[in-house]
């Protein structure tokens, strides 16, 4: 089973930027699909982004898209969350998460946290009002 770590949470004011890593490790992941997801507290988890590891295709929530970028690195074995134009709204504790090919998914059936066998151990982002 793959293992991932996340960093690059922190604290920055309204309209600053953050750019969170998850660095996966373990067996072949090629055709896993990659997710970050966040939870604030007394919310449900939800799905930010998604990047199918092949093809590098990637699908954003409504909310973030435009300010926030996914991104993969295959050399070092990372995705990457860019965020920039940060609001109040985006505080929470930020979740790297994987799951295997099973096959075909599209990006709705992605969005849900229970498809997701692997997850990091979070990685807190606030941001100031």
């Known amino acids: 089973q793959v293992q991932l770590v996340e960093s690059g949470g922190g604290f920055v004011e309204t309209g600053g930027s953050l750019r969170l890593s998850c660095e996966i490790t373990g067996p072949s992941f090629s055709g896993y699909a990659m997710a970050w997801f966040r939870q604030a507290p007394g919310r449900e988890r939800e799905f930010v982004a998604i990047i199918r590891w092949k093809s590098g295709s990637t699908y954003l929530r409504d909310s973030v898209a435009g300010r926030f970028t996914i991104a993969r690195d295959n050399a070092k074995n990372t995705i990457f969350l860019q965020m920039a134009m940060l609001k109040p709204e985006d505080t929470a504790v930020y979740y790297c998460?994987?799951?295997?090919?099973?096959?075909?998914?599209?990006?709705?059936?992605?969005?849900?946290?229970?498809?997701?066998?692997?997850w990091g151990q979070g990685t807190q982002v606030a941001v100031s009002s």
């Open positions: 998460a994987a799951t295997p090919p099973v096959g075909y998914r599209s990006f709705q059936a992605l969005q849900s946290p229970t498809l997701y066998d692997a």
